[in-house]
């Protein structure tokens, strides 16, 4: 939300933008999210005095214990509770300002008239698209997708999908994440519009198919405004509050010193941990592969330690065998520093969209290793749809040695993948040109907001 404010901003710096801020979430504590107030409001003051961005902070919370130990509840709970606070902290900014426009990401957004919503849509188009069509899919049989196993479902403007590959949250149709996410698809076409961090060239298929209307028959779709790749650097990022700078560094310098596109990094997100006998196929597969590397490796689910320790969770001797050609790091690293630098040649990744999309801008190709959330349609998008990935293929949720060997290999050496990479990374620069796809979208946006008479507000 803050990137989206300043880029707002930076174009249209008349616009004063206030972001409503929970002392905490259920996922991070309230140190975490002051620290990184803190740090974008100094960045502010010494960069750019003149940013309109303030902060409207929402009051505390307390879930039921209940609520604390299921992660999908304790989010949709929360979000529920906080519904007064909004409105509240609507009503107070609308004494001094007209509010041109309510942008959020939760389905528990406050319904006014007066005030026009906006979905921030923070994953692909085409996952954008498939919860806009989940109310039809939906009436249209009473399993859930978890029973209908490998069966194939066909979503306007994605490739096929089977059942199996559905967000998590939607697999258990009895579930209360399952009906939260239907009310969310069911409120997604009553809004004025939807922001996606995604851009028009990368998804043709998912954007024309929402746009023409097919993800939603019986109701008017808003606009959609693709205004990405809204890729943000690693320091403004809210890990790096606590980011180790000395890692930072190990990686960069280690990568200084590996000839061109010769490294693959393999690097699961911030929830990416991975089980003990999974880390040691990775490094067998690694070690067989003879190819360089950057592996970020976090401490197995369930784990008491923080921190991983190598020499109990990686094969015997590991690091010592491949000291020459792979640098292994605990828990964290600068990723887009890392995607970033001329010697990494591919990404393993858990499809998150952000880190598909840091690739993507600096066109790295992608092994495409789906986790959790909507990644496993993310990575279907990516091999499929963009053709900058290849699938890498896991059996009961579980991926041998020799399947990473062979993937990696594969990765490293394709070239026409690589060329369509690199492809893809000057359509990406060019949507945000003068006249491009996503500065245009940006600018339709932004310009049906100023048609509201002043004074203004976002």
Not at 70 to 81: D, G, H, K
């Amino acid at each position: 939300m803050v990137e989206l404010a300043k880029l707002i901003s930076q174009h249209h710096p008349n616009l004063p933008i206030t972001i409503l801020l929970t002392t905490s979430t259920p996922f991070e504590t309230s140190t975490t999210s002051s620290s990184y107030i803190n740090l974008i409001s100094s960045d502010q003051n010494q960069t750019n005095p003149n940013l309109p961005i303030s902060f409207f902070t929402l009051p505390s919370l307390h879930l039921h214990q209940s609520h604390i130990e299921n992660p999908v509840e304790s989010a949709i709970e929360f979000m529920r509770l906080n519904i007064p606070n909004v409105l509240q902290a609507l009503e107070t900014i609308s004494q001094s300002s007209k509010v041109l426009a309510f942008i959020t990401s939760s389905v528990h957004h406050p319904y006014d008239p007066q005030i026009p919503t906006y979905f921030y849509f923070t994953s692909c188009a085409s996952a954008l698209a498939l919860f806009l069509y989940l109310p039809t899919i939906h009436n249209q049989t009473p399993k859930s997708f978890r029973d209908l196993n490998d069966a194939v479902l066909h979503f306007p403007g994605l490739p096929p999908l089977r059942a199996s590959q559905m967000p998590l949250p939607l697999l258990d149709r009895s579930g209360p994440a399952y009906e939260y996410f239907l009310n969310f698809a069911a409120c997604l076409p009553k809004s004025q519009g939807i922001i996606t961090n995604t851009f028009q060239a990368l998804e043709p298929s998912a954007i024309k198919a929402i746009s023409d209307n097919s993800c939603v028959p019986n109701h008017q779709t808003p606009p959609i405004f693709h205004i990405g790749p809204l890729n943000f650097d690693a320091k403004n990022r809210a890990s790096s509050v606590c980011e180790d700078r000395s890692t930072s560094t190990k990686c960069l310098m280690w990568l200084d010193e590996q000839p061109s596109q010769s490294v693959v990094f393999l690097c699961f997100g911030s929830r990416g941990a991975l089980s003990e006998a999974q880390l040691s196929e990775i490094a067998m597969g690694l070690e067989r592969s003879k190819q360089r590397f950057l592996w970020v490796v976090r401490s197995p689910p369930g784990s008491s330690s923080v921190e991983p320790d190598l020499e109990i969770l990686l094969p015997k001797e590991f690091l010592e065998r491949t000291k020459n050609r792979g640098l292994v790091v605990k828990s964290w690293a600068p990723q887009a520093a890392i995607l970033r630098h001329g010697c990494v040649g591919g990404f393993v990744t858990h499809c998150g969209w952000n880190s598909v999309l840091e690739a993507v801008t600096y066109g790295v190709p992608m092994a495409a290793w789906p986790l959790y959330a909507e990644q496993a349609v993310n990575g279907v998008v990516l091999v499929e749809e963009m053709k900058l990935g290849i699938p890498v293929e896991s059996k009961e949720g579980f991926v041998s040695a020799e399947e990473v060997e062979k993937k990696v290999s594969l990765l490293m050496d394709g070239k026409s993948l690589r060329e369509r990479s690199q492809a893809m990374k000057a359509m990406a620069l060019a949507a945000w040109n003068n006249g491009g796809s996503s500065f245009t979208s940006f600018s339709e946006m932004v310009t049906s907001w100023k048609q509201i008479a002043v004074p203004r507000s976002v």
